[in-house]
């Protein structure tokens, strides 16, 4: 019994803690513990201790309508894993402002204009103002179900009656409160139980539900970390307040890939999808200067081309500053160290900042190398080839290793015009058409950036 007397919930982790106390001893928050009433006995209606029976069934055969229905955006579709599975539950989350209610509006017009039913419920915004917005993006002749509603049970009895909707949008999950629970809406409670209820509607009806979860950076609103054990894919909405470019990336997905990710552009007339984010990624650089490279990574299944911008400067700190954007410290701080001890590169009197441009974030190794050249030639003061690219990973020992899929990243440079690339041994079978460099060791780059460097010197008759 004791169970039901956990009346203190952490609004950032979801622990449950018996007295109130400052500290949240699951997640190490301080001031986030809130009462909230318990839950009452899952299930509708139940007397506790006698079960129903149910049918056990067998894992072949299904249902007769395709299980899958893509959406009609590419590059969502490209992240769910093409398309809505039947049934299934999403969350996407993203920092408030990003475009995710844009992004779900025109996803639900683009299905209701095939002729399917989409419903989107609004629990923040007024239906004028999801019109407004609709107007803005020329979907106002989208037939699309709107309704500005919080109440769970009333949305479920709603959209139980007649024909089960295909998609149905919860914006936001947070401002839904259930009857199930006694607690105010926004708190971990809530958000769980109407999460579970919606959840268990869709189970039932196989209808596709995607519930939109504001994340908060201090935990003040309850996050959806909660519900996102509970669904089916987890969708994380990302990207700079500055940039145009907003990516769609899967955190978890039962139905299908987790490393692709659909890139979009926010516009003055709704997101646009872009089909070859390599273009978009490239299309402001800062041609011959030092301190860029360009990265042939890959996203997935897709080649994705990106620049990477390094400066490093003399530094009036103790400590020289180590600041970088869109890729993970730690790695710099391993590239930076095999310069050092392997290269010879003395940066302990150099501030390094580090940049992968329009706001895109890397996570593979591959772009060590094109990290490291981006330094070097900082460094040095000497431009890279403008029409090169780089991949590669580096080891501790300063040797640079093969990564996988060479052929589908040198693929992409030579279709936008690269002409040589600086890549580890084993890409060589695979240059298609570019003249390419092969590295083992960084130390070999390091010193060609720095003979690079001397040439430009001296024929710009600086050299002394
Ligand atoms: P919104 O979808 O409301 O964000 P979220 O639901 O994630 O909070 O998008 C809000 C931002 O998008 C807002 O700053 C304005 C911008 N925006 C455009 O630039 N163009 C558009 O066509 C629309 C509808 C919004
Ligand atoms: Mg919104």
């Known amino acids: 019994m004791s169970k039901r007397h956990l009346a203190f919930i952490c609004q950032n982790c979801g622990a449950a803690h018996g007295r109130w106390q400052g500290k949240c001893e699951g997640c190490g928050e301080w001031n986030t513990l809130s009462e909230e009433g318990a839950d009452r006995p899952a299930g509708p209606g139940r007397k506790p201790g006698k079960g129903r029976l149910f049918a056990l069934e067998p894992l072949s055969g299904g249902g007769a309508d395709a299980p899958r229905l893509a959406s009609g955006m590419a590059e969502f579709d490209r992240v769910t894993g093409s398309g809505f599975v039947r049934g299934s539950v999403l969350l996407l ?57 919080t109440s769970v049970e009333d ?73 996102e054990h509970m669904v089916d894919a987890v969708l994380s909405f990302e990207g700079e307040g500055s ?5 769609l990336r899967a955190v978890k997905n039962r139905f299908g890939p987790t490393d ?30 030092p301190g860029t490279a360009v990265f042939a990574g890959i996203e997935g299944t897709r080649p994705l081309l990106v620049e990477i911008q390094a400066l490093v400067a003399p530094t009036s700190l103790g400590t020289p500053r180590r600041a970088v954007v869109g890729w993970d410290p730690s790695r710099l701080s391993m590239v930076l160290a095999v310069l050092e001890a392997h290269c010879g590169v003395r940066l302990g009197g150099h501030d390094v900042y580090l940049n992968v441009a329009g706001g895109l974030r890397i996570n593979e190794p591959a772009a060590d190398l094109a990290a490291a050249a981006a330094l070097v030639s900082s460094l040095a003061n000497a431009p890279l080839p403008a029409d090169g690219v780089y991949f590669g990973e580096v080891s501790l020992s300063g040797a640079v290793r093969p990564v996988a899929q060479s052929a589908a990243r040198l693929k992409e440079a030579a279709k936008l015009g690269f002409a040589c690339a600086v890549a580890p041994e084993a890409a060589r079978a695979e240059s298609g058409g570019l003249k390419l460099t092969e590295v083992t060791s960084l130390a070999s780059l390091v010193a060609d950036i720095a003979a690079r460097g001397n040439a430009g010197r001296k024929s710009r008759g600086q050299d002394g």
């Not at 844009?102 to 999801?130: H, P």
């Not at 940039?243 to 990516?247: A, G, L, M, N």
């Not at 659909?262 to 200067?289: C, H, I, K, W, Y």
């Open 93 to 149: 989350g993203g920092d408030p402002g990003i475009g995710k209610s844009t992004l779900l509006i025109q996803a639900t017009a683009a299905l209701a204009k095939r002729g399917e039913r989409a419903v989107y419920i609004s629990g923040e915004e007024a239906v004028a103002q999801v019109r407004l917005r609709a107007e803005r993006l020329g979907l106002s002749n989208a037939a699309v179900e709107l309704a500005a509603e």
């Open 155 to 227: 949305i479920i009895a709603t959209l139980s009656d007649g024909k089960t909707p295909r998609l149905i949008v919860i914006d936001s999950i947070q401002t839904m409160w259930t009857d199930m629970v006694e607690s105010a809406p926004g708190t971990v409670t809530q958000v769980r139980g109407s999460a579970q209820a919606l959840i268990r509607f869709a189970k039932r009806s196989g209808a596709t539900v995607i519930l939109v979860g504001h994340v908060t950076k201090d935990g003040q609103i309850a996050g959806p970390r909660v519900v």
């Open 243 to 247: 940039h145009q470019f907003r990516i």
């Open 260 to 289: 692709e990710i659909g890139v979009f552009e926010m516009t003055g007339s709704g997101l646009r999808e872009v089909a070859n984010p390599s273009e978009l990624f490239l299309s402001e650089r800062d041609l011959g200067q």
